[in-house]
């Protein structure tokens, strides 16, 4: 069975500092790998993806993930975080045998300290 | 153009009631998903419909739970006698198609809470 962890429920960060957040995924095949952020009180929106091609993964609001097989692991980074970037962040996986069913990991809290 | 949209956003019930939760998917989806996020919690897959074809129920946690969707736009999620287990945030998603490549596109929620 696939499962995806998120090895942190919180991280604070001061503002400016870089961040990661990590994500370890299992699967026996081959999958597509997602981080949704969900600002207060909003629903979740994707942030970037993985499909295939380059393992690094550049999305919206100066985010980036690096997508490593063999350690199955998919970590969220920024350079800078900024006040705005206070959300929870959701890893998720999907199998590319065609499987619609998102995979969660149970997320990470970013707390942005000024 | 517009998004998925959910209602009511809030909804407070007392338990043993029945509620509804309606989710409007985005035009031309022909996916849609269901999932429950519980404090502190990941999401929690409910139900997936694509187009015509039978849904896949197999996130349900008990036969309390039902949905629909019908002419394969409008759904609504059904619970019938509410327990204070319920109570969680309800999300609605759609995507293009099955394919685990696309992304889905969430709905705000409806927030319920069973008294």
């Known amino acids: 069975a696939q499962s995806v962890t998120q090895l942190d429920s919180q991280v604070p960060v001061f503002e400016e500092a870089p961040v990661e957040l990590r994500c370890n995924y299992s699967?026996?095949?081959?999958?597509?790998l997602f981080w949704y952020v969900q600002y207060p009180n909003q629903g979740l929106q994707l942030l970037l993806k993985y499909l295939s091609g380059s393992t690094l993964v550049k999305g919206i609001n100066g985010f980036e993930a690096e997508f490593n097989k063999s350690q199955t692991s998919f970590h969220l980074r920024k350079p800078s975080v900024h006040i705005s970037d206070t959300a929870e962040y959701f890893c998720?996986?999907?199998?590319?045998?065609?499987?619609?069913?998102?995979?969660w990991g149970a997320g990470t809290k970013l707390i942005i300290k000024p | 153009g517009a998004g998925v949209s959910q209602s009511p956003s809030n909804k407070v019930t007392e338990k043993g009631k029945d509620v509804e939760l309606r989710c409007d998917p985005i035009?031309?989806?022909?996916?849609l998903y269901w999932y429950r996020q519980s404090l502190g919690q990941g999401l929690e897959f409910l139900i997936y419909?694509?187009?015509?074809?039978?849904?896949?129920k197999s996130g349900l946690p008990s036969d309390r739970f039902s949905a629909e969707r019908t002419g394969g736009s409008v759904s609504t999620l059904t619970i019938q006698r509410t327990q204070q287990e319920d109570s969680a945030v309800y999300l609605c998603?759609?995507?293009?198609?099955?394919?685990?490549?696309?992304?889905?596109?969430f709905g705000p929620g409806t927030r319920l809470t069973v008294t």
């Open positions: 998720a996986v999907s199998l590319m045998d065609s499987n619609y069913q998102l995979i």
């Open positions: 035009s031309g989806h022909t996916a």
């Open positions: 699967s026996s095949v081959s999958v597509y």
């Open positions: 998603a759609s995507s293009r198609t099955t394919s685990g490549r696309y992304e889905q596109y």
């Open positions: 419909f694509q187009g015509n074809s039978a849904p896949d």
